[in-house]
């Protein structure tokens, strides 16, 4: 039957007797490969299955002995025995349906000074059996550590908020502020707060509420907001003078490039000491936009 099979197969496809023979042994090889996942599928369904079946014994075979615990107490209610995972001791574990190799885990875990702030923390144990713990869940008691004193600095803005409330119509210089003063307005960080102060000590001072949209990453919102909580009370600039400081002293001013500073004292090595703070409005770099912001923060003073 089978070399007629053969005969046919090469009479119809023209195949050789090599070729009519691999093809007969492809066929069944083929029938096989396509048939493994529905053979693997059911052997992995039936394996699943068992696991679960054997997850709730434990789980039931614990209860009934809890059960058996409170016989005799035939007018309580049965209250299923609760624990928490970081005391439990190694024997409590086993008790519990778990391996010793991995209640022994667990305690070396803890020894080492893990602990389960979650009952999820449980899961992460290695080969724990996941099914039966998280069967345990709503069994596992793990009290939530006491909440921990406000940094000092939280307490500080949390004060000066209050008394911003208390007082809305007050305003705070802006020159005196600190880093967590800022941070009442809503917008402002720890970042831009210490970009702030480190923008004003660069200055020497703000002599205008104005000066703090020049501060990078304060937005016109943000801005209008700090309007409402500071203000310039005491205008305070730190002067320099322009008759006997350097180039590189001058060009470290946010207003003043290293080519105009250079300018200001070339100005002045030529035609003796300024007189007066107006006389840099001779040199021709110098803008009165650039006169009226940098002024304020210049002097005369005369070198004996």
């Given at each position: 039957m089978l070399t007629k099979l053969k005969n046919r197969i090469r009479l119809f496809f023209g195949f050789s007797a090599s070729e009519?023979?691999?093809?007969?042994?492809?066929?069944?090889?083929?029938?096989?490969?396509?048939?493994?996942?529905?053979?693997?599928?059911?052997?992995?369904?039936?394996?699943?299955?068992?696991?679960?079946?054997?997850?709730?014994r434990i789980l039931k075979a614990w209860l009934e002995e809890s059960r058996s615990k409170l016989k005799g107490e035939e007018d309580k209610k049965f209250v299923p025995t609760f624990f928490d995972p970081n005391k439990i001791d190694s024997d409590k574990w086993v008790e519990l349906g778990f391996k010793k190799k991995i209640a022994e885990r667990i305690i070396n875990y803890r020894r080492k000074g893990g602990s389960f702030?979650?009952?999820?923390?449980?899961?992460?144990?290695?080969?724990?059996?996941q099914k039966l713990a998280t069967a345990y869940f709503d069994y596992i008691i793990i009290p939530q550590p006491a909440s921990k004193p406000k940094p000092k600095s939280t307490q500080i803005k949390q004060n000066?908020?209050?008394?911003?409330?208390?007082?809305?119509?007050?305003?705070?210089?802006?020159?005196?502020?600190?880093?967590?003063q800022f941070q009442i307005v809503k917008g402002i960080g720890p970042v831009l707060s210490s970009r702030i102060v480190k923008y004003r000590d660069m200055l020497g001072g703000f002599t205008s509420t104005d000066q703090l949209k020049e501060v990078y990453g304060i937005q016109?919102?943000?801005?209008?907001?700090?309007l409402n909580h500071?203000?310039?009370?005491?205008?305070?600039?730190?002067?320099?003078n322009i008759n006997q400081d350097s180039i590189s002293f001058l060009s470290k001013h946010p207003?003043?490039?290293y080519k105009t500073s250079r300018a200001i004292i070339k100005y002045r090595?030529?035609?003796?000491?300024?007189?007066?703070?107006?006389?840099?409005?001779?040199?021709?770099?110098?803008?009165?936009?650039?006169?009226?912001?940098?002024?304020?923060?210049?002097?005369?003073?005369?070198?004996?």
């Open positions: 009519t023979n691999g093809l007969l042994l492809l066929v069944p090889i083929l029938l096989l490969i396509l048939s493994a996942p529905s053979i693997v599928k059911q052997v992995l369904t039936r394996y699943s299955f068992h696991s679960d079946l054997e997850d709730k702030r979650e009952k999820e923390d449980l899961l992460k144990i290695y080969g724990i059996n000066f908020e209050k008394l911003v409330v208390e007082k809305k119509n007050v305003k705070f210089d802006v020159n005196l502020a600190d880093t967590t016109d919102e943000v801005y209008e907001r700090m500071f203000d310039v009370l005491i205008p305070s600039a730190k002067k320099i207003y003043l490039s090595l030529q035609h003796g000491d300024y007189q007066s703070v107006d006389e840099i409005k001779k040199i021709h770099t110098i803008s009165d936009s650039l006169f009226r912001r940098i002024a304020p923060y210049l002097k005369v003073e005369f070198i004996e």
